[in-house]
């Protein structure tokens, strides 16, 4: 099981930008792919953007062009870069950490909030 704790949510006017880091208690985080979920209020938690150990990424339609996943396994953390913040994009955000080396195994954080006001 690998621990994730989520930081970097704030209030933020919107256009304005946030980053949000995701900490990993794990000694090999590139055994794992990593990802950025939100769920807004009444609605289903949704994908935002995963990086691969190779680096490679995929956004949803939403925030392509707008936000940028990255990770540093040395550092073991991986980041969100949220640029041009809408109210829409207002929502915990949850870390997701898929294990693909060895026993395939899921693991959430606790989530950060992100709240963008007009």
């Known amino acids: 099981q690998v621990q994730l704790v989520e930081s970097g949510g704030d209030n933020v006017q919107a256009g304005g930008s946030l980053r949000l880091s995701c900490a990993a208690s794990t000694k090999m985080l590139r055994d794992y792919t990593m990802g950025w979920y939100r769920q807004a209020r009444g609605k289903q938690r949704e994908g935002v953007a995963t990086?691969?150990?190779?680096?490679?990424?995929q956004y949803t339609d939403f925030v392509r062009g707008r936000f940028t996943i990255s990770r540093d396994d040395g550092r073991k953390t991986v980041y969100l870069q949220m640029n041009s913040l809408t109210p829409d994009d207002t929502a915990p955000y949850y870390c997701?950490?898929?294990?693909?080396?060895?026993?395939?195994?899921?693991?959430w954080g606790q989530g950060t909030q992100v709240t963008v006001s007009s």
């Open positions: 997701n950490a898929k294990k693909v080396l060895g026993a395939r195994t899921e693991n």
């Open positions: 990086i691969t150990y190779s680096r490679v990424t």
